[in-house]
């Protein structure tokens, strides 16, 4: 025999029921759920910093890129180096901005946690930012504004399997983890140190839009900075949500791996 007080309810799901000692009374409540804690901040200094050091990067690897192509290198090697240039430094301060600035835990700055379920809450994020996607496709579509996707001419190139091995690597590995942790981990987190929740996730997501863009593609770049931008803002409200960025990662690399498929299959220009 249970002593006196709440158990369980063994008819009402989630629900609880005094016992009185001898048999169950007719007292049910139904527990509040503890608030979610509140979201970890960062200084805005992280922010900036991080935003600045991957976008000087990326430009600079299109630099070296260029410098380096008279070499006649495997396409390869270039994209493991535009992957070193592009990613590298913004690890590296990210790092040494947690230790100077923040928690001084790189994980817990960043929210670079996963736990089982995000199995389940990656593919269910990453149909919000496919459901997003046709939505903005739609109206750029409508209102004619020029769109030139980030992976065309992708598959003119001559692949070969070292080529296309690194290409998916750096597309469905390296840029959803490490720009997963700058724009939903130390960005999003500096921003909530001084914006409310949707102005945070609002800006980062069109940062993130910005970043995508390629200054050879010229105003084809408008129509893939508001798609995109859209799909940031998603993956920021999933990240505030779940307070880790697990899920997160996990749908942007479905985006990337499934983008690339298409553009090496050649199926969008079919």
């Not at 690897?61 to 090697?77: E, M, Q």
């Not at 050879?216 to 803002?233: E, Q």
Request: with cysteine; hydrophobic share 50%.
């Amino acid at each position: 025999m249970h002593p006196a007080g709440w158990y369980p309810d063994p008819r009402i799901s989630g629900a609880v029921r005094y016992f009185d000692g001898r048999g169950w009374t007719d007292h049910v409540a139904h527990p509040v759920p503890p608030p979610a804690p509140p979201h970890p901040h960062l200084p805005l200094a992280m922010a900036v910093g991080a935003l600045s050091t991957i976008f000087l990067s990326l430009v600079v690897s299109r630099f070296v890129i260029d410098a380096l192509s008279s070499f006649g290198w495997p396409i390869a090697v270039y994209i493991v180096v535009a992957g070193l240039i592009g990613y590298g430094p913004v690890l590296l301060f990210c790092w040494w901005a947690s230790r100077r600035m923040g928690s001084g835990s790189f994980r817990a700055d960043t929210g670079l946690f996963i736990r089982k379920a995000d199995a389940g809450w990656g593919p269910v994020t990453w149909l919000c930012c496919l459901g997003v996607q046709f939505a903005l496709a739609l109206i750029v579509t409508l209102t004619s504004i020029p769109f030139t996707g980030n992976t065309e001419g992708v598959n003119d190139i001559d692949a070969t399997r070292g080529y296309v091995i690194s290409l998916l690597v750096l597309a469905v590995v390296a840029a959803p983890l490490f720009e997963e942790m700058v724009f939903r981990g130390v960005v999003l987190r500096g921003l909530l140190s001084r914006f409310g929740t949707v102005a945070a996730v609002g800006i980062q997501g069109v940062v993130f839009g910005m970043a995508h863009v390629d200054p050879v593609r010229g105003a084809g770049n408008i129509g893939l900075v508001i798609i995109l931008s859209g799909v940031g803002c998603v993956l920021g409200g999933a990240a505030y949500r779940f307070r880790r960025i697990g899920p997160t990662i996990i749908a942007h690399a479905i985006i990337n791996a499934i983008a690339m498929t298409v553009a090496l299959s050649g199926w969008a220009s079919g």
